[in-house]
């Protein structure tokens, strides 16, 4: 497998970058696709699929919510002798009561499940919880740098998972043996509420960090008054829905079967996460604070 490129879709995201340095760390060539980026790739632009699947022996699919475009993109694979597919899904995506969903995404989510499962390939689904890397680099990042976090989530905790545990279990299902058929629901070693995780990352950063429950009419108020379509805020009160009712607080136990070993705590993530304000060496690595 060595010898063909790994294609790597939605190679500048939080999962999809960690996942080609892995991979190019250990000697794998690798395809990294993206719309910006080293090779171009677009999901809503199908001609751009065939010199991203040429001679590509495993993919990494990373698919654009709301859409239904994994399914031809798998057959277009198929055709070109792509032999295993490993795709990011999500948690909850087999129950229906997980989410409200006001865009359909989880059906096109369920769909692309079943569109691997059904293809003949190769094929292993991963399905992360809340990653602990929304609190630098994604939801909770700018309300984390401004030192409040404003959330209807009540004193909910959930299972953060670490994106690193997230792209070794990836890298492992696409270049080694053992992952096909598998599917592996990701999470962190134990349940982190929202006040533990803020003064956990206060206590690695030194800057003081609050946690402000809100109530979900509040929350809509904040978001409309920001300049947010009212239609807008309530789709983002429904993504935090589950982490306020709990939904999110179970330990899963797929970084532990695919990779043998523990997943990362979330005290480990804030020790070695870049933090605005936090130093960093040359070598891209935290300085550990005196």
Request: proline letters at 6%.
């Amino acid at each position: 497998m060595t010898e063909q490129p790994v294609l790597v879709t939605g190679a500048t995201g939080k999962s999809g970058r960690r996942v080609v340095s892995r991979l190019r760390a250990a000697g794998h060539p690798v395809r990294a696709a993206a719309r910006s980026g080293e090779h171009p790739f677009d999901w809503t632009d199908d001609s751009t699929w065939d010199a991203a699947l040429e001679g590509v022996r495993a993919a990494y699919v990373v698919q654009l919510d709301g859409t239904n475009l994994v399914r031809p993109f798998v057959e277009r694979a198929r055709k070109h002798g792509v032999q295993r597919i490993v795709l990011a899904s999500g948690r909850g995506i087999d129950d229906p009561g997980y989410v409200r969903d006001r865009t359909g995404m989880r059906d096109g989510i369920a769909d692309s499940e079943a569109a691997v499962r059904e293809s003949g390939l190769e094929w292993t689904i991963t399905r992360p919880g809340w990653f602990a890397q929304n609190f630098n680099e994604g939801f909770f990042a700018d309300a984390i740098a401004a030192g409040e976090l404003r959330l209807p989530a009540g004193d909910g905790a959930a299972t953060f998972v670490d994106a690193e545990d997230i792209a070794e279990v990836v890298a492992a299902a696409l270049v080694r043996q053992g992952h096909a058929g598998q599917i592996y629901e990701l999470s962190g070693p134990r349940a982190v509420s929202l006040t533990e995780a803020v003064e956990t990352i206060s206590a690695v950063t030194g800057r003081e960090i609050r946690y402000v429950p809100l109530s979900i009419e509040d929350y809509l108020a904040e978001l409309v008054g920001q300049g947010l379509p009212r239609a807008e805020a309530e789709i983002f009160a429904d993504f935090i829905e589950p982490l306020r009712e709990g939904r999110d607080a179970h330990v899963s136990d797929g970084v532990q079967r695919a990779l043998g070993r523990p997943p990362r705590s979330f005290a480990e993530f804030a020790e070695t996460a870049v933090w605005p304000g936090k130093p960093v060496d040359q070598t891209g690595k935290v300085e550990p604070r005196e």
